[in-house]
C-alpha cells in the first residue's frame, strides 16, 4: 500500500520568498506530525495535527511558520519569507491515533534551501 | 518535556562486529521505546520496539535492552553489516503527551 508522500522532494528558494510543502499521509491515519531535520541533526518536532485540528503548534519556531490540514488528510506546512536558517529537510509523518505509543510512517521528506 | 539523550553521535564497526548505542530518558508515562533506522535521502523507518512489561526484545541481528530503574535503553546490532550503515534514533514518549522525543540519532559506518 502507498505510504506517506511529501512533495516536493527538493525545493530551493530565495531569501523572502514563501513556500509551501505538502505531506499526503496514509490513508485512514488520523495523526499527522511535521519535523523538521538539520543535518546531522535529530528530528524537531513542529506541529500535530488530530483530525483536521492542531492542539498543539508549540514547536513552531516563529509566526512565519504556519499548517493546515484539510479533510482529515492533506497538510500543508507554508514557511513566509523564508530565511536561511530555515534551510532543512521537512519530514511528515502519520499514524492511526494520536498516542505516543503508536508508530508514526515516515515520508521521504522535503529538502528545502534558501539561498 | 522529555529529554533523550543518545550516544555516541556516531561509530564505526567492522564488517561482523557488534553495534551499540545508548538512550536515556528523564520520564515516561508509559513504556515504549522505538528505534527509528534512517538511510540518506530517506524518512525514518520503525526498526524495532520494546513495551517493557520485558527487558530485551530481539528481531533477528536487532536487540533492544531496556533498564527502567536506570531509565536507559539500548539498541545492539549484532553481526553488523554495510547494509546496516544508516542513522539511527531512539525516542520516547513524552509523558502526558502524544508525542515521541527522539534523540540526536548515532550514524553507523559498518566497513567491509
Known amino acids: 500500500g502507498a505510504g506517506v508522500s511529501q512533495s516536493p522532494s527538493n525545493k530551493v528558494t530565495e531569501k523572502g520568498k514563501d513556500v509551501e510543502l505538502r505531506c499526503d499521509p496514509i490513508s485512514g491515519h488520523t495523526a499527522l506530525y511535521w519535523y523538521r531535520q538539520s543535518l546531522g541533526q535529530g528530528l524537531e518536532f513542529l506541529i500535530y495535527f488530530q483530525g483536521n485540528s492542531a492542539p498543539d503548534k508549540s514547536g513552531l519556531p516563529s509566526d512565519r511558520f504556519s499548517a493546515e490540514r484539510t479533510g482529515g488528510s492533506v497538510s500543508t506546512l507554508t514557511i513566509q519569507r523564508t530565511q536561511q536558517e530555515d534551510s532543512a529537510v521537512y519530514l511528515c509523518?502519520?499514524?492511526?491515533?494520536?498516542?505516543?505509543?503508536?508508530?508514526?510512517?515516515f515520508g521521504p521528506g522535503t529538502r528545502l534551501t534558501v539561498l | 518535556q522529555q529529554q533523550v539523550k543518545q550516544s555516541p553521535q556516531s561509530l564505526i564497526v567492522q564488517k561482523g562486529g557488534i553495534s551499540i548505542i545508548n538512550c536515556a530518558y528523564e520520564n515516561t508515562a508509559f513504556d515504549y521505546f522505538p528505534w527509528y533506522q534512517q538511510f540518506p535521502g530517506k524518512g525514518p523507518a520503525l526498526l524495532i520496539a520494546?513495551?517493557?512489561?520485558?527487558s530485551e526484545k530481539k528481531e533477528g541481528r536487532f536487540t533492544i535492552s531496556f533498564n527502567k530503574s536506570a531509565k536507559q535503553f539500548s539498541l545492539h546490532i549484532m553481526d553488523s553489516q554495510p547494509g546496516d550503515s544508516a542513522t539511527y534514533f531512539c525516542a520516547a514518549p513524552v509523558p502526558n503527551d502524544y508525542k515521541l522525543s527522539f534523540g540526536a540519532g548515532t550514524t553507523v559506518t559498518v566497513r567491509a
Open positions: 509523518a502519520s499514524s492511526f491515533s494520536g498516542t505516543s505509543g503508536i508508530e508514526q510512517f
Open positions: 520494546i513495551r517493557p512489561d520485558v
